[in-house]
């Protein structure tokens, strides 16, 4: 079994993401340019084309786009297939889940993206391909306008993700954005639902900013915010 060795350093919350141009489902992109200078972007991997869970998970991010399209959000997966496996695989997608997929779908067969952005398992011994080469894991990386990654979550081959929790996040992630990052959102925050106030505002400024606000503890303070309430 052939494991690809890991890439020089870790990407973290804050760092750039790395470019990179690529063959995909829709022909060659170049990342940033694909990404544009004011849109966020959602960077997902999948293990293999034409598995159980991968379509599920593309058919029902494809049915969400238009949501993510709303807050101003690209999509783009990657599998380590093809660009000529992915057209295949995406009119089987279409048919089980009843989607529309048009997002780029990345083809890594030599595993080049998924190894920039440490995409790979190296415990699943198990989740080989045909040639003993590892598989992609199910990773999500959340890239703000500035090409800065914001949140980074990774699924096991086994585990399907929740694009309702993606999407939730993106509405945390603007919601502090758009606030001048003074509030932050609790467990299971929606929008619509208070938010808190960040503890580096005092009460006099509190009570300025959020007038509505009420104070549980010194250090949790919650305040009703309406969903085009920017400061």
């Not at 989740?127 to 959340?142: A, E, M, P, W």
């Not at 609790?186 to 938010?195: Q, S, Y």
């Given at each position: 079994m052939s494991i690809p060795e890991p890439r020089n350093g870790t990407l973290r919350l804050g760092s750039i993401a790395p470019n990179f141009t690529t063959d995909t489902s829709i022909?060659?992109?170049?990342?940033y340019?694909?990404?544009?200078?004011?849109s966020w972007c959602i960077l997902f991997?999948?293990?293999?084309?034409?598995?159980?869970v991968?379509?599920?998970?593309?058919?029902?991010?494809?049915?969400?786009e238009p949501e993510f399209t709303k807050r101003?959000?690209?999509?783009?997966?990657?599998s380590v297939n093809s660009s000529e496996s992915h057209r295949e695989w995406i009119k089987d997608i279409d048919e089980i889940t009843g989607s529309n997929l048009k997002f780029p779908i990345i083809a890594d067969p030599e595993r080049k993206i998924a190894l920039l952005y440490d995409m790979i398992d190296y415990q699943d011994a198990s989740?080989?391909?045909?040639?003993?080469?590892?598989?992609?894991?199910?990773?999500?990386?959340?890239i703000d306008t500035n090409k800065k990654i914001r949140l980074i979550m990774t699924y096991p081959a086994t585990c399907g993700r929740n694009t309702a929790e993606v999407l939730r996040v993106v509405d945390s992630l603007q919601t502090s954005e758009r606030m001048k990052r003074k509030v932050t959102t609790?467990?299971?925050?929606?929008?619509?639902?208070?938010?808190?106030i960040a503890p580096n505002i005092n009460n006099d400024e509190a009570r300025k900013l959020f007038p509505k606000f009420r104070s549980i503890k010194p250090y949790l303070r919650l305040t009703p915010l309406s969903k085009d309430a920017s400061i």
């Open positions: 022909g060659i992109v170049n990342f340019d694909y990404i544009g200078p004011n991997s999948h293990p293999d084309d034409f598995t159980p991968c379509t599920t998970e593309l058919g029902a991010f494809a049915k969400l101003n959000v690209k999509l783009i997966g990657l989740n080989i391909d045909d040639k003993g080469v590892q598989l992609t894991i199910r990773s999500v990386f959340i609790p467990i299971n925050w929606v929008p619509g639902d208070d938010v808190i």
